[in-house]
């Protein structure tokens, strides 16, 4: 089964805006991460945060955690042509050794 | 360039053929890791190595088989394809504590 779950499924946005998406999980967590996937390409790690951090930011990015909520949320500010990809949070289950992956977020970023 | 190389890129079988799906790292990580990935699913992990010696079975390994060769190379073998395992399968490597994946470009297979 799933761990994480993003919403919404589909995002489509203008260049220039700001794109949000959450995740959302079951159980503790060691960290949670976030990953883009470009058409036919693999995954690329964007960030990682920690089960102890609130809020971190890499560049246009801004991740948030709730562990309260086993929620996150991913930011990417001042979106851009290029950003549209997939979009996959991914949790490390506490005593857990696998990462589980969402279903993703689509993202479209209209020039 | 450092990363993870999965070959073959793309390959058809016809149900019944068996295949070797091959993953080779250059970051001297510990762990290696096979997912699939099916249109609207996030990725499935098929089987992981914790480390060089060491397999084990992840969400969906049936009908699969795997080889820790070296610490380098982790290879997903299919005995007898199913058209049920048409899918993408991606390669992954990680350091030890997970500080996040490095994944291949991912094998493209088509069983009919």
């Known amino acids: 089964s799933q761990q994480g779950e993003e919403d919404p499924q589909a995002l489509s946005i203008q260049e220039g805006e700001n794109a949000t998406m959450n995740c959302s999980y079951k159980?503790?967590?060691?960290?949670l991460q976030w990953y883009r996937q470009n058409s036919g390409r693999g995954l690329v790690h964007l960030i990682l945060i920690r089960s102890n951090e609130r809020e971190k930011h890499s560049g246009r990015l801004r991740v948030t955690l709730d562990t309260s909520k086993k929620s996150s949320s991913l930011l990417i500010t001042a979106s851009r042509a290029a950003d549209t990809a997939s979009y996959f949070c991914?949790?490390?289950?506490?005593?857990?050794?696998?990462?589980?992956f969402g279903a993703g977020t689509r993202l479209f970023v209209k020039a | 360039n450092a990363g993870v190389t999965q070959t073959p890129k793309f390959q058809v079988l016809k149900t019944g053929q068996s295949m070797t799906l091959q993953c080779a790292q250059d970051?001297?990580?510990?762990?290696m890791y096979w997912y699939r990935q099916d249109p609207g699913m996030g990725l499935r992990l098929i089987y992981y190595?914790?480390?060089?010696?060491?397999?084990d079975k992840g969400e969906v390994p049936n009908g699969y088989n795997v080889s820790r060769l070296n610490k380098r190379e982790f290879s997903l073998r299919l005995e007898s394809a199913a058209p049920s395992q048409t899918s993408v399968y991606f390669c992954?490597?990680?350091?030890?504590?997970?500080?996040?994946?490095?994944f291949g470009s991912g094998t493209r297979l088509t069983v009919v």
């Open positions: 970051m001297n990580h510990n762990s």
């Open positions: 190595s914790a480390s060089e010696g060491t397999t």
């Open positions: 159980t503790s967590i060691n960290n």
């Open positions: 992954a490597s990680s350091e030890t504590g997970n500080y996040g994946y490095t």
């Open positions: 991914a949790t490390d289950e506490t005593g857990g050794f696998k990462t589980i």
